[in-house]
């Protein structure tokens, strides 16, 4: 059975750094693309920054660049989020999700329970 | 960046109803688009991908469609699981922007 477990969420003062973390298993973790996805209460999904198999590329969305770096650790099934410069619009549940291919298209079939991060002095 | 924008924002519905979502991208994306549910306080689930393709399980009153900017889904037969949010997603390119999601509240 697939699970991604996240974990490293809490609250924050702003201008400070938090590390997510995300427990893999149920798959072979190194075999696909992995994602951060988040979501501002009462708000839409966003896509934050995804990792190749092997590290080697990485993505973010304008608004985390530069703050935020994501990694991989394939020998213990894991994802992180180093996430710096915290802002008050970085607020959300953060979703580690795993990025799929079948038939010449990519989605997300997996999703974490997600972990709550919160940006407040 | 693809803008994705999702109409209506909220919609109310009936058991038994038949009921349509619009996603519609800034620029063309193929059919590169995925539908999602999302119950509240839950992760959410692929519900439809490559704009039209249903996820093994996924209920036969549920289908996609469209290509290029414009994609609905569609819902025959409400059920009372099925009042959610509902998101669209472009594969196209990255990053894999969402929109904004359909609330489905029941009327």
């Known amino acids: 059975e697939v699970q991604l477990v996240e974990s490293g969420g809490g609250l924050v003062q702003p201008g400070g750094s938090l590390r997510l973390s995300c427990a893999a298993s149920g798959f072979t973790f190194s075999s696909y693309w992995m994602i951060w996805v988040r979501q501002a209460p009462g708000k839409g999904l966003e896509w934050v920054a995804n990792?190749?198999?092997?590290?080697?590329?990485?993505y973010y969305v304008d608004s985390v660049k530069r703050r935020f770096t994501i990694s991989r650790d394939n020998a213990k099934n894991s994802l992180f989020l180093q996430m710096n410069s915290l802002r008050d619009e970085d607020t959300a549940i953060y979703y580690c999700?795993?990025?799929?291919?079948?038939?010449?298209?990519?989605?997300?079939?997996?999703w974490g329970q997600g972990t709550l991060v919160t940006v407040s002095s | 960046d693809i803008q994705m924008t999702q109409s209506p924002s909220s919609l109310s519905a009936s058991v038994g109803d038949r009921v349509t979502f619009t996603c519609r991208a800034s620029?063309?994306?193929?059919?590169?688009l995925n539908w999602y549910q999302q119950k509240p306080g839950k992760a959410p689930k692929l519900l439809i991908y490559?704009?039209?393709t249903l996820l093994s399980g996924v209920p036969s009153r549920f289908s996609g469609s469209g290509s290029g900017t414009d994609f609905t889904l569609t819902i025959t037969n409400l059920q009372p699981e099925d009042f959610a949010t509902y998101h669209c997603q472009q594969s196209y390119i990255i990053p894999q922007t969402f929109g904004q999601g359909t609330k489905l509240e029941i009327k």
């Open positions: 999700v795993r990025w799929a291919y079948s038939s010449g298209r990519y989605y997300v079939d997996y």
């Open positions: 490559a704009a039209s």
């Open positions: 990792i190749k198999q092997d590290g080697s590329a990485q």
């Open positions: 620029q063309s994306i193929d059919n590169y």
